[in-house]
């Protein structure tokens, strides 16, 4: 049974979509704010969670950022309707997902397991035979290991989230190739959740700003205009 901890300063949006996630199956802990829930967090981790971005004490840009020093569990945004700024900064920072208010609560619950799928499928937790997605990866500069959701690149330790390793880890299987948009988010996402462009390339921009913390020259990933993007071995 997967915990899944909700942090909304609106109880009424905690208490409905605690009932929604029970009766799915999941262990549910809820906080009202950023604090508490880091409090909860600091004594043992959940295995993905769900913050709202606006709320008091610690608003959820602060407490993402507080738990990427920690964990790389999945993390999804809930945002205002208007709020696209927050979006794409959350995804920059490392969330995995976001979801607008008002939303639909088979909508969240969805992406919630699309979540802990993918999750699952990089551990390697699912069968345990190896097939070629879960051996190590080396293309040039970069290493890859599926089972321990490693990522180095010049034998540095790269710390990604699960989209953006899935992301990478579609790209650099054949290098020189180019993939779409619709391509990476079929990687990144079930086929029932929708996402747009935006998302994609926000994960791209919050990949390429990662690897340049270890290498400023990192240039692998190639954006090609219209058309999607490519991995260039180096």
Avoid: C
């Amino acid at each position: 049974m997967s915990k899944i901890a909700l942090v909304d300063d609106d109880r009424n949006i905690l208490t409905s979509v605690a009932i929604t996630l029970e009766a799915e199956g999941f262990e549910v802990e809820t906080y009202n704010d950023g604090q508490a829930a880091l409090d909860a967090f600091n004594k043992k981790m959940p295995d993905m969670a769900v913050f709202d971005i606006k709320m008091p004490r610690m608003d959820g840009m602060d407490l993402l950022q507080r738990v990427r020093q920690k964990t790389k569990m999945p993390v999804i945004f809930l945002t205002s309707k208007d709020d696209e700024i927050d979006e794409v900064l959350g995804l920059r920072m490392g969330a995995d997902d976001y979801v607008k208010k008002p939303f639909s609560q088979r909508l969240l619950v969805e992406r919630i397991r699309a979540l802990l799928r993918r999750q699952d499928a990089i551990a390697g937790d699912a069968a345990g035979t190896e097939v070629e997605e879960t051996k190590l990866m080396v293309r040039g500069n970069l290493s890859m290991d599926p089972l321990r959701h490693a990522v180095s690149w010049k034998n540095r330790d790269v710390s990604l989230t699960v989209t953006e390793f899935l992301l990478l880890q579609a790209l650099a299987q054949r290098p020189g190739f180019v993939k779409s948009r619709d391509q990476l988010m079929d990687v990144a996402y079930d086929d029932q959740v929708y996402v747009d462009d935006r998302t994609i390339d926000s994960h791209i921009k919050r990949l390429r700003k990662k690897m340049r913390m270890v290498d400023d020259e990192f240039s692998a990933i190639e954006t090609l205009y219209g058309i999607g993007y490519r991995y260039n071995e180096e």
